[in-house]
C-alpha cells in the first residue's frame, strides 16, 4: 500500500496556522503572540476570525492604531478632564485596556524602536506605570500580541517584541481555496505516553535551540509553555514526546540562524558492568533530543541559507534630504498651534489668547480664586523649525578597468561637497565595492584633511558586488537617520554585477541580489541618485535606479564638477 500524498505547501501552512491560532488562544500572555506575515486580504481575514472564535467573547481584542502617541498607548492625565474638575483625573490607555485579551499591531515592520520598547516591557511587567505623569500608579496589563507583517521580505518587526513571541507563521503560500472547512487544522495531536519528568523536554529543546543556533533564552522557554498547553488541550497530565516535537517545530524552527548537524549514530552498548547506565541515564535523553532535532530539521523553512545572506533591513520613517524638519522643542520659532505640551512647549501667550474670548460664556463654570477658565482646545504649543543635517554617502564601483577613472571623479565630488560643508555643517561619506565584498573608506565627517587621507590610497580592480556595496551603503544611511540626519546615498555604477551576496561569480545571481538590495531603498524611503558611469546608458542601471525609487543620471563623461551639481540638485 503506497504511502499517502503529502499535502500541498498552502494547506499544510495553513494547518500550523489553525494550530497555533489554538494554542495562542488558550494562553496568549505565555505565549508572548504570533508575528503573522500575511497581506492584507480574506486568508489574513480568515485565520484572525479562527482566532477570535478560539478564544471567546470573555477576552478584550484591541487593534492599536499606526503611530499612536503614548498618552493613548500607555494612559496617564486626561489634560482637558484635569483642567475642567481642578483635580488629576486618569485616563486609561489602549495596552490597559487589553488587560486579558490581545492587542493587534498592524504594519509591525513599521513599528518604531520606542513603541516596541514600551510594549516589550509590558510584556514583561504585565503592568503599565504611569510615574511619568507624576502618578505612582500601575494599572494591570496582562496581553498577548499580534504583530501583522507586511512588509518584504527584508522587513521585520523589532526585535525587542520578536524575541518575546511564541509564534511565526507565514500565510503568504496560502490561497483561499487552501483555508480548511471550520474546525479543521486545528486537532489534537496523537498522544504519547506523557514524559515521567520534565527535565528531559527541558534539556531536548535547550540542545535543539543550541543546534539551531538560537542564542535567546527565551526561545525554550517559550518552547516549554507551548508543549504544555498541547498537552493540556490533549488532556495529558505532562506534555509527552509528541508535544514537545510540536513546540519546537513551532516555536524554534522559524528562529533557527543555521542549520543543525546530523546526530550522531548511537555508541555501541559496553558488556563491562562498570559501563552499564543508571536508571535515567538509558541513553532516553539522547533519543528524545534526537527526536527533536531531527523533527525541527525537516520544519525549517526552504531557502534558509538564501534567507539569511540577504540579511533583514530594518525599516524606518521617510525624510527630506537638506529639508527643514518640524520639532517640538528646538529650533527657529514659527508661531503656535493645538497640542499637548508633554510632547512640546507650552505656549502661555497663545493659550490665553485662545481661551479670552470664550470667559464670558464660561463664567457659570469658573470657581472661585480662579480668573480664568481654560480648556483642552485652548492649549496651544510653540511650533518650531531646524535644518537637519544632511550626510551624502557616496557608494563608487571600484571595479573593472575603469574604476581609476570613477574613483576620481568621486574623489574630486567628495573634496569639492566637503569644502561647501563647513558653511551647511553637512557631511560626506564614501563607500567602495570592489572584488567580493564593500568597505566604508570614508566614515561620515567634515573633515577636509581625514577625507583626503582615507581618499588617498583607495585600490581599484576585481569584480563587481554590487549587492554587497548597496547594503553596506544602507546600513550607514539607516544608522545616520536613526540620529537625526538626512542621508542622500549617491551610487556610481553601471549596473552590471557579477559577484552575488554571498560572493561567488555569476551575473544571475548577482543581478538578483542587486535588485533584491535595490527595493529596500524603496522600503524604507530612502532618498538616492544612481549615476550610470558606463561610455553608453545601460537599461540594467535604469532597472536598479527604478528598483531603489532612485533619480537616474546617465554621465558617461562625469568630472568631479558636474557630478557635484548633480548631488547639490538632488540634495536640495
Known sequence: MSAPPEPEAGRAAWTIAMRVAALLAADPHGCGGVRLRARPGPVREA??????????????VRRMPAGIADDRLLGGLDLPATLSAGRPVLQRGLLAGAHGGVLIVPMAERLDAGTAARLAACLDTEAVALAREGLDV??????????????????APPDALLDRLAFRIDLETVGIRDIAPEGEGATATEIIAPDRDTARAVEALCAAAAALGVDSMRAPILALRV???????????????????EAARLVLAPRATRIPEAAPPPPERSERPDDVPKEGQDGADRALDDVVLEAVRAALPPGLLALLAAGRVRNASAGRVGSRAASNRAGRREGSRAGDPRRGRLDLVATLRAAAPWQTLRAPARRPQQPIVIRGDDIRVARFRRRSETTTIFAVDASGSAAIERLAEAKGAVEGLLAESYARRDRVALVAFRGTGADIVLPPTRSLVRAKRGLAGLPGGGGTPLAAGLDAALVLALSVRRGGGSPLVVLLTDGRANVARSGEPGRGRANEDALAAARAYRGAGLPALLVDTAARPQEAARRLAEAMAARYLPLPQADAASLGAAVRAAAS
Do not use: K
Open 227 to 245: 508543549a504544555r498547553l498541547a498537552a493540556l488541550r490533549d488532556g495529558a497530565p505532562e506534555p509527552g514526546e509528541a508535544h514537545i516535537v
Open 47 to 60: 485565520w484572525l476570525a479562527a482566532f477570535r472564535g478560539a478564544l471567546g467573547t470573555g477576552s478584550p
Open 138 to 155: 500601575r494599572l494591570p496589563a496582562r496581553f498577548g500580541l499580534i504583530l501583522l507583517d507586511e512588509g518584504e521580505a527584508d522587513e
